[in-house]
């Protein structure tokens, strides 16, 4: 099927940041969109409002008359959402968002960012890097906004390049045996891995299957760029960067001043200076990984440090939310224990004088109980961690065997730490509101709502 034959679509699982980047692409390439999904906000409901399109509440509820075809998304039942199942009853065409989206960008150069932790990010910047050099590239990324873009989905049908964050995650996570990754139908130019870990316990075996994925991944793209630490798990040839002078694009020097963070890098034996207004050593490789990219496409280093200076993150990307009180609050993504740690050196570099305080919300059972230890040791480097339930998957049933309250004893018991499960948002924001005093910081992590209790402090 070619999807640009088709004017009137429905989009199972809208509020999704994939299916949201969806929409976009779709309504600039002036297709007619409506949707369904649950009725709780999302971290897209501002895009989600400005583009006015119509969302259902209801997975049961009979689909538009003149809809041509309609795209699913893993959540929600993926292909055995009641509505898919409908559409395909009534010989409407029924697509996964993974195949659609590809679709797209295999008719353009392609970029694909993927890897665990910073894909969204690099993503975004080498998004915006082509942007600010007056490129107008398609993407599709998947976070709720990028401030200055302000959208996280562009069809631009004369671009040159397409930007996509290319997920592992698979579109048909019921079908354990035949799952497929979402990544498979991208045909990219360049690929970028951030970071090569393992996650999607409830997907993926162990490390070795996720670098089985990965690595078929790798040989779809013409070039392929690698976190230099991971260069030995890949079988194709790459370029790399890192912190040692071993990777083509290397850190030199890295220091944290208030509000934005200098460093130095070294790429074909010229230095760079370059200054971010976003917190940590994870965000400056994340830099790198973009520059190196650009550079494949004969964009100059310094154009890209340049321009790079005036990027903002995305959100719920170590989103400053404000201050209240003396609190200052901070949320981000992460959700894998890698992210966590990355985050927290970024908040020690960032408010080093001030008592440091966590608040996580695992996000599946599957993947807490695999990387449990893992976990454990993530937290540390804070002065107090809080929990509140694990946020599961509709995918997955509840595990007795694994909770929050069991991995904050975990954390009391080996690193003297003081953790608390406070079970809920309505908790954590109550105890926000009478403890938290002038001085602290508090960041909220994690994939699920946990972001939504700074609507209630």
Request: charge should be neutral; proline fraction near 4%.
């Amino acid at each position: 099927m070619n999807l640009l034959n088709y004017d009137n679509f429905y989009l199972v699982g809208i509020k999704g940041v994939a299916m949201t980047s969806m929409a976009q692409l779709l309504i600039d390439a002036g297709k007619h969109i409506a949707g369904s999904d649950v009725e709780e906000n999302f971290v897209t409901q501002e895009i989600l409002e400005k583009l006015n399109v119509k969302i259902d509440t209801d997975f049961k509820i009979n689909l538009p008359k003149k809809t041509d075809c309609v795209i699913y998304t893993a959540a929600h039942q993926a292909n055995e959402n009641p509505q898919v199942r409908a559409a395909v009853a009534q010989n409407v065409p029924v697509i996964s968002q993974a195949e659609a989206v590809a679709q797209l960008f295999n008719q353009q150069r392609g970029i694909a960012v993927c890897g665990v932790g910073g894909k969204s990010t690099v993503s975004a910047m080498i998004t915006w890097i082509l942007q600010e050099q007056g490129l107008k590239p398609s993407f599709s990324i998947g976070v709720g906004n990028i401030p200055g873009l302000n959208k996280t989905g562009q069809w631009s049908p004369q671009a040159r390049y397409f930007v996509i964050e290319a997920d592992e995650y698979v579109i048909n996570p019921q079908q354990e045996t035949k799952a497929i990754p979402r990544f498979t139908f991208l045909k990219p130019y360049l690929t970028i891995c951030t970071n090569l870990k393992f996650d999607h316990p409830d997907v993926y075996r162990d490390f070795e299957h996720t670098q089985q994925v990965f690595n078929k991944f790798f040989a779809q793209a013409e070039k392929l760029i690698i976190n230099d630490q991971d260069k030995n798990l890949v079988k194709q040839p790459c370029l790399t960067f890192g912190e040692t002078p071993e990777a083509d694009l290397y850190l030199k020097s890295y220091r944290s001043l208030a509000g934005k963070t200098i460093s130095q890098f070294v790429y074909q034996d010229q230095t760079y200076n370059l200054i971010l207004q976003i917190p940590g050593k994870f965000n400056v490789l994340n830099a790198l990984a973009a520059i190196l990219a650009v550079a494949q496409i004969d964009i100059d280093p310094q154009q890209a440090v340049d321009t790079l200076s005036g990027f903002q993150s995305t959100k719920r990307r170590f989103e400053f939310i404000g201050e209240k009180n003396g609190v200052k609050y901070y949320d981000d993504y992460a959700h894998h224990p890698h992210e966590i740690k990355a985050v927290i050196a970024a908040l020690k570099d960032w408010c080093p004088d001030q008592k440091k305080i966590i608040a996580f919300q695992s996000h599946t059972y599957s993947r807490t109980k695999k990387l449990f230890n893992e976990f454990i040791d993530a937290f540390k480097d804070v002065d107090q961690v809080l929990m509140i339930d694990i946020f599961s998957s509709a995918r997955e049933k509840v595990d007795l065997s694994v909770s929050s309250t069991k991995l904050c004893e975990a954390i009391v018991s080996k690193h003297n730490l003081p953790a608390h499960n406070l079970e809920s948002i309505q908790n954590l924001a109550k105890y926000c509101r009478k403890q938290l005093k002038r001085g602290n910081v508090l960041i909220t992590v994690g994939a699920g709502d946990i972001y939504q209790v700074h609507e209630l402090i």
